[in-house]
């Protein structure tokens, strides 16, 4: 079953780089961009959680909490944070559980089961999507017009 803009967001907990838990009901209250990135330190992901960290100003001014989701180790993204300059919060989602509860988890990529798709949420305060986008191409990365649009209507 798929979720998509009116729907409940799935919380969840998932561990960090340095593997403190992190929920998506910690920030009720507050609008949340959810970005799954299938796979660190790849080109189309590094490019993508670079951009943003460099940009997330545009996001706090918009009253939104920027998260990233990936399946890889926390170890990993720690390492991935620190050699590329990522200063939004990695969350691990390496037992595959939460990319598969926003639909956004590849069967199969390059041989590879359960990896996370492309995709961005906005998930409102209320806990509430207001915008979803799951690509079925991992190089296609989100409109983040859209996204601050969304996020500029929620205000």
């Not at 992901?45 to 920027?66: H, K, R």
């Not at 041989?111 to 915008?131: E, H, M, N, P, Q």
Request: charged share 20%.
């Amino acid at each position: 079953m798929s979720v998509g803009v009116d729907d409940s967001a799935p919380d969840f907990k998932l561990k960090n780089g340095d593997f403190e838990d992190v929920s998506l009901g910690e920030f009720t209250g507050k609008n949340v961009v959810l970005l799954f990135v299938p796979l660190a330190f790849s080109g189309a992901c590094t490019q993508e959680l670079c951009d943003i960290s460099a940009g997330i100003n545009a996001y706090q001014d918009l009253g939104a909490q920027v998260l990233a989701i990936s399946v890889d180790h926390p170890f990993s993204l720690k390492a991935w944070a620190e050699k590329e300059g990522i200063t939004i919060p990695l969350l691990s989602d390496f037992n595959k559980e939460v990319s598969a509860a926003y639909s956004a988890q590849f069967e199969d990529l390059m041989g590879l089961k359960g990896i996370a798709k492309r995709s961005a949420f906005v998930v409102d305060g209320a806990g509430t999507i207001r915008y979803a986008s799951v690509s079925d191409d991992p190089k296609i990365l989100p409109d983040f017009a859209a996204i601050k649009a969304c996020l500029q209507s929620l205000n």
